[in-house]
Nanobody
Framework: VQLQASGGGLVQAGGSLGLSCAASGRTLRGYTLAWFRQATGKEREVVGGFKWANSNPFYSDSVRGRFTVSKDNAKSTLSLQMNSLQPEDTAVYYC???????????????????WGQGTLVTVSS
């Protein structure tokens, strides 16, 4: 599976931005999909995603209520709509995919086998 993330950019605090992740090589059906982010000097952290066979998304506490994850299995795409962005949301955002993951590992980067190249989101104050 090859993942290609796009849509990053510069936005003012309080603004919105959408990211998209396109998969090629294989359908995303049956995979756990997630967005991660990594700010400078910090560890990579999960933002949200879908566990395989589950249509309900999961979110980190820091973005719940502001970010929305969606997927389109037919188009093999994963999207992230980010609203009410704050400077602390500034990071490189990555999409990731994996098969065969347990719930307790949804937020563990090393549990994901496939990664997009990352796209930078910068939120100015």
């Amino acid at each position: 599976v090859q993942l290609q993330a796009s849509g990053g950019g510069l936005v003012q605090a309080g603004g919105s931005l959408g990211l998209s992740c396109a998969a090629s090589g294989r359908t995303l059906r049956g995979y756990t999909l997630a967005w991660f982010r990594q700010a400078t000097g910090k560890e990579r952290e999960v933002v949200g995603g879908f566990k395989w066979a589950n249509s309900n998304p999961f979110y980190s506490d820091s973005v719940r209520g502001r970010f929305t994850v969606s997927k389109d299995n037919a188009k093999s795409t994963l999207s992230l709509q980010m609203n009410s962005l704050q400077p602390e949301d500034t990071a490189v955002y990555y999409c990731a995919a994996t098969s065969g993951i347990i719930s307790s590992n949804l937020g563990v980067p090393s549990s994901y086998h496939y990664w997009g190249q990352g796209t930078l989101v910068t939120v100015s104050s």
